[in-house]
């Protein structure tokens, strides 16, 4: 018999439409983080994603009996996270806010690596400017590639979790990533890489 | 070189390699194509820094705490069965023991283990755990059988005497040991009728007493009412007054 721990995601839903609650305990410890991380890279505020990330699960918790197991749970967490930023960024349009949360913390970010000075300081103002220019993303752009590139979902994940095409998640991806470069630019960051001389077939 | 439109229709296949995502052929013709464009590899190695820098945009630990468990502890089937044996085993030391309280004497020869290394016959301490035989136990087992139904014996005459006693002469209650089916019957349907009666009365009670209650808040509506009305009215007047004074302000000196 598996523990709750040992389970897949579908196991504890599973689980838990048969009766077993504490099935869902499993599922919240597993992707609480992953959906909080996400709702703050989208509004940018750790108040707001606290009370957010909490009442994504809370709708989940109310909803997951009726939840059809076609579609991964996480995709499906994501999908009324997202919803509720949404809301919340509507809520809000036209009001402007002093984020308490502003300037991030920094410090637990590039301790961790073991960075210099200097690269510590560097490390925080490109921070700083990657954030900034995500903002300026239209919201679509943004969710795909907060998805993408710090999620790591799949494309095929994205396209369930927005209720997309797959080829509409790339083209929002190619979009975003442009828009990014341009931004990035105008924030003085360079975002030059190697070219290759050539691609082999 | 190819055209800008292929260029264009290849974007999405230059996202998948980008990311190494999506079916094997979009990469394939990704790589393809760009083997001959320079402008898309160059656009490629682009975007490939836009990743790299992004990549440079951690969560602060602030934002995403440890995660604490927020359920209550969870039991493993492994610890679980580990204490369902091991109270078990406690369960069964505690009876062997207790038992050996029942055995007069010295412990039998036929005892199989002493775990203890007291002497065999000092059965006084609580300590002193012996393992007895299985003929012995299950004398021992047998004698406190027979102790306990001779109690339940006793226990049930007394009862039967004392219900006999303290029922009144005639009644349909009077306790019987050997009672009929018919005399069951009776005092079942007895029984029965007693409840009835008991609830009708607490029924009774409970429409009286919810009568009362629903009175005294339609009272308490009432008054509540008439404070809103009364606050209105006030409300009114004072507004009203209020905006005689702002029209009277406002007016024109010509008009006042």
Same mark, same amino acid.
């Given at each position: 018999m598996l523990t709750n721990s040992q389970m897949s995601d579908e196991q504890l839903v599973e689980a838990f439409q048969a009766g077993q609650v504490a099935a869902y305990d499993e599922l919240v410890s597993r992707w609480q983080s992953k959906i909080r991380g996400a709702v703050w890279r989208v509004l940018g505020s750790t108040e707001d994603a606290a009370d957010i990330t909490q009442e994504a699960f809370l709708r989940a918790f109310r909803g997951l009996n009726a939840f059809k197991r076609e579609a991964k749970f996480s995709s499906w967490i994501?999908?009324?996270?997202?919803?509720?930023?949404?809301?919340?960024?509507?809520?809000?349009?036209?009001?402007?806010?002093?984020?308490?949360?502003?300037?991030?913390?920094?410090?637990?970010?590039?301790?961790?690596?073991g960075a210099s000075p200097l690269e510590f300081t560097e490390g925080n103002q490109v921070a700083d400017r990657v954030r900034a220019a995500i903002q300026k993303l239209n919201e679509d752009q943004r969710e795909v590639i907060i998805l993408k590139e710090y999620e790591g979902l799949t494309f095929a994940e994205i396209a369930e979790t927005l209720?997309?095409?797959?080829?509409?998640?790339?083209?929002?991806?190619?979009?975003?990533?442009?828009?990014?470069?341009?931004?990035l630019a105008r924030e003085g960051v360079t975002s030059a890489s190697h070219i290759p001389d050539s691609f082999e077939s | 070189m190819t055209s800008n439109?292929?260029?264009?229709?290849?974007?999405?296949?230059?996202?998948?390699?980008?990311?190494?995502?999506?079916e094997l052929a979009e990469r394939s013709r990704a790589r393809d194509h760009m083997a001959q464009c320079v402008p898309c590899r160059l656009e490629y190695a682009?975007?490939?820094?836009?990743?790299?820098?992004?990549?440079?945009?951690?969560?602060?630990? #602030?934002?995403?705490?440890?995660?604490?468990?927020?359920? =209550?502890?969870?039991?493993?089937?492994?610890? &679980?069965?580990? $204490?369902? +044996?091991?109270?078990?085993?406690?369960?069964?030391?505690?009876?062997?023991?207790?038992?050996?309280?029942?055995?007069?004497?010295?412990?039998?020869?036929?005892?199989a283990a002493v775990t203890s290394s007291a002497p065999a016959n000092s059965?006084?301490?609580?300590?002193?755990?012996?393992?007895?035989?299985?003929?012995?136990?299950?004398?021992?087992?047998?004698?406190?059988? #027979?102790?306990?139904?001779?109690?339940?014996?006793?226990? =049930?005459?007394?009862?039967?005497?004392?219900? &006999?006693?303290? $029922?009144? +002469?005639?009644?349909?209650?009077?306790?019987?040991?050997?009672?009929?089916?018919?005399?069951?019957?009776?005092?079942?349907r007895a029984s029965e009728d007693r409840q009835a009666r008991l609830f009708e009365a607490r029924l009774s009670g409970l429409r009286t007493e919810s009568d009362l209650q629903r009175q005294y808040d339609m009272a308490q509506i009432a008054a509540g009412l008439a404070y809103i009305d009364s606050r209105t009215g006030a409300d009114a007047a004072r507004t009203s007054e209020l905006m005689k004074n702002l029209v009277r302000v406002t007016a024109k000196p010509r008009d006042r």
């Amino acid at each position: 018999m598996l523990t709750n721990s040992q389970m897949s995601d579908e196991q504890l839903v599973e689980a838990f439409q048969a009766g077993q609650v504490a099935a869902y305990d499993e599922l919240v410890s597993r992707w609480q983080s992953k959906i909080r991380g996400a709702v703050w890279r989208v509004l940018g505020s750790t108040e707001d994603a606290a009370d957010i990330t909490q009442e994504a699960f809370l709708r989940a918790f109310r909803g997951l009996n009726a939840f059809k197991r076609e579609a991964k749970f996480s995709s499906w967490i994501y999908q009324i996270a997202l919803n509720l930023c949404r809301d919340s960024l509507r809520r809000k349009k036209g009001k402007s806010y002093v984020s308490l949360d502003e300037p991030e913390p920094k410090i637990p970010t590039l301790v961790s690596k073991g960075a210099s000075p200097l690269e510590f300081t560097e490390g925080n103002q490109v921070a700083d400017r990657v954030r900034a220019a995500i903002q300026k993303l239209n919201e679509d752009q943004r969710e795909v590639i907060i998805l993408k590139e710090y999620e790591g979902l799949t494309f095929a994940e994205i396209a369930e979790t927005l209720g997309l095409p797959t080829s509409t998640v790339k083209t929002r991806l190619y979009r975003g990533l442009v828009e990014m470069k341009q931004h990035l630019a105008r924030e003085g960051v360079t975002s030059a890489s190697h070219i290759p001389d050539s691609f082999e077939s | 070189m190819t055209s800008n439109l292929t260029c264009e229709a290849l974007r999405e296949d230059i996202i998948a390699l980008l990311y190494d995502d999506g079916e094997l052929a979009e990469r394939s013709r990704a790589r393809d194509h760009m083997a001959q464009c320079v402008p898309c590899r160059l656009e490629y190695a682009e975007l490939k820094g836009v990743r790299k820098v992004l990549g440079g945009w951690d969560v602060p630990v #602030a934002v995403v705490p440890k995660v604490v468990p927020i359920s =209550r502890p969870r039991v493993s089937w492994i610890p &679980a069965g580990l $204490a369902a +044996a091991a109270g078990l085993v406690l369960g069964i030391g505690i009876a062997v023991a207790g038992r050996t309280t029942l055995i007069p004497g010295p412990a039998p020869a036929q005892t199989a283990a002493v775990t203890s290394s007291a002497p065999a016959n000092s059965t006084a301490s609580p300590t002193n755990t012996r393992f007895v035989s299985y003929d012995v136990l299950q004398d021992a087992l047998n004698a406190q059988e #027979a102790h306990h139904q001779a109690e339940i014996d006793d226990l =049930r005459r007394s009862f039967f005497q004392t219900a &006999a006693a303290s $029922a009144p +002469a005639g009644s349909a209650t009077k306790m019987v040991s050997n009672p009929s089916p018919a005399t069951i019957e009776k005092l079942l349907r007895a029984s029965e009728d007693r409840q009835a009666r008991l609830f009708e009365a607490r029924l009774s009670g409970l429409r009286t007493e919810s009568d009362l209650q629903r009175q005294y808040d339609m009272a308490q509506i009432a008054a509540g009412l008439a404070y809103i009305d009364s606050r209105t009215g006030a409300d009114a007047a004072r507004t009203s007054e209020l905006m005689k004074n702002l029209v009277r302000v406002t007016a024109k000196p010509r008009d006042r």
